[in-house]
C-alpha cells in the first residue's frame, strides 16, 4: 500500500505516468476504473477545486465520494497520542482512520497549519497520523504541501511547453494582505525541479525563504538533472529569460505566529505583483496561479486574462491529476 502525500515521494517515472494517464482521461473522461470504490474526502479547511474536483473525479470514474467536516457534523478529532482526551476532542484519529478504512477505499486529508509555531505545524500530524492509523492509501489534499495542485501545474506547462527540462521555472512571491500557507509554493520548488526545470525562487528577503526540507530537496533533484536552485531578491534577475513564472504568497516562516511584526515586511513588498513589465523581461513565458487569487494585488488584469496564464487550464487539470493518482493507489 502507497500513499500520496508528497511527490518528493514518488519516481518522476511514475508522476509523468500518472500525468500521461490524466492526460488520456481528459481526451476520454469517463470509465469504470473505481468501480465500486469510495474515497472520504476529509475537509479540515475551506475548499472549491479541491473538494469538487475530488467528488466529480471519483464519480467519473464509477466510485463515490463521502464529504467529511467538522461543521458538517463529525467529531472532533484528538490527534496526539498518549494524551487524557478531556477537552473538545471526542474521537481519536486512530479510531477514525481505522473505521474509515473498513468503510472506503482511500481518505483524502485537507488540513493547514494551525499558524501558531512553525516547528509544530511542520511536523504535518494530521496528514501523517491517519497516513500512520489508516489501512487504505492517504492521499494529500493539501497541508504543508499541496501535491495535487503541482502535478496539475506540471501537466498544464507540458500540454503548451512539450519536454520541460531546461526551462527556467521562476516561483515568485507576491503581495497578500494576510500571511498564507506556504504548501503551493513548498510543492511548486520542487516538482519544477524534480521534472528538470532551473528553479528560480524569488522572495523579497532572506525571511521568506521556504522550508530547508523543500529548500533541500529541489536542490538535490535539480542536482540530478544538471541544475542548481537560484534563490534571488532581484526581481529583474529572477524574470530574466524565465519560461514559467508561477505566483504565489506567503508568509515569512521567521514571524511564523507572530505576524504583526512581519506585516510591515509584507507592505512594504506590494511592487512583487505580477504584471506586465516583468513578463516582458521574460522569454514569452507562461504565468499561472493556484488559484483563489486576488486580482490586481498578486497579478494584473492584463497579465491574468492573457493568453499565456494557464491557471484555468491547471485548475481544469486537477480534476484529471486526481483521477490518476486514485486510479494508480486503488485501480
Not at 35 to 63: E, P, Y
Not at 247 to 270: C, M, Q, V
Request: aromatic fraction near 8%; glycine fraction near 6%; charged fraction near 25%.
Amino acid at each position: 500500500m502507497k500513499h500520496f502525500l508528497n511527490t518528493a515521494d514518488w519516481a518522476l517515472e511514475d508522476l509523468q505516468a500518472m500525468i500521461d494517464d490524466a492526460r488520456a482521461m481528459k481526451a476520454s473522461p469517463l470509465g469504470d476504473a473505481l468501480k465500486d470504490k469510495t474515497i472520504a474526502l476529509l475537509f479540515l479547511n475551506n475548499s472549491l477545486r479541491t473538494r469538487t474536483s475530488f467528488d466529480v473525479g471519483a464519480r467519473q470514474l464509477g466510485g463515490h465520494a463521502v464529504v467529511l467536516s467538522p461543521s458538517g457534523g463529525m467529531w472532533p478529532l484528538e490527534f496526539e497520542d498518549g494524551v487524557v482526551m478531556d477537552g473538545d476532542a471526542e474521537e481519536h484519529v486512530k479510531e477514525a482512520a481505522k473505521v474509515l478504512s473498513r468503510y472506503c477505499d482511500m481518505i483524502g486529508i485537507r488540513a493547514f497549519p494551525k499558524f501558531v509555531d512553525w516547528q509544530e505545524d511542520r511536523q504535518d500530524k494530521i496528514l501523517n497520523a491517519f497516513a500512520k492509523y489508516a489501512d487504505v492509501p492517504v492521499v494529500n489534499m493539501e497541508t504543508i504541501t499541496h501535491p495535487c495542485q503541482e502535478m496539475a501545474h506540471v501537466m498544464a506547462l507540458q500540454e503548451r511547453l512539450g519536454d520541460l527540462k531546461g526551462k527556467k521555472f521562476v516561483l515568485t512571491w507576491t503581495y497578500h494582505p494576510k500571511p498564507l500557507n506556504t504548501a503551493v509554493a513548498n510543492s511548486a520548488l520542487m516538482i519544477a525541479a524534480k521534472f528538470g526545470m532551473k528553479p528560480t525562487l524569488l522572495c523579497p528577503t532572506e525571511d521568506y525563504v521556504l522550508d530547508d526540507r523543500y529548500v533541500e530537496q529541489a536542490c538535490k533533484d535539480a542536482a540530478a538533472n544538471g541544475y542548481g536552485v537560484n534563490i534571488t531578491h532581484d526581481i529583474k534577475e529572477a524574470y530574466e529569460d524565465a519560461d514559467v513564472v508561477y505566483a504565489k504568497s506567503w508568509g515569512a516562516l521567521p514571524y511564523f505566529g507572530n505576524w504583526e511584526p512581519e506585516k510591515p515586511i509584507r507592505d512594504a513588498h506590494k511592487h512583487f505583483i505580477v504584471d506586465e513589465e516583468k513578463m516582458a523581461k521574460t522569454n514569452n513565458a507562461l504565468v499561472s496561479h493556484c488559484l483563489p487569487m486576488r486580482r490586481n494585488v498578486k497579478m494584473t488584469d492584463a497579465v491574468f486574462d492573457s493568453a499565456n496564464c494557464i491557471a484555468y487550464d491547471e485548475a481544469e487539470n486537477r480534476l484529471h491529476v486526481q483521477k490518476a493518482i486514485m486510479k494508480a493507489l486503488v485501480g
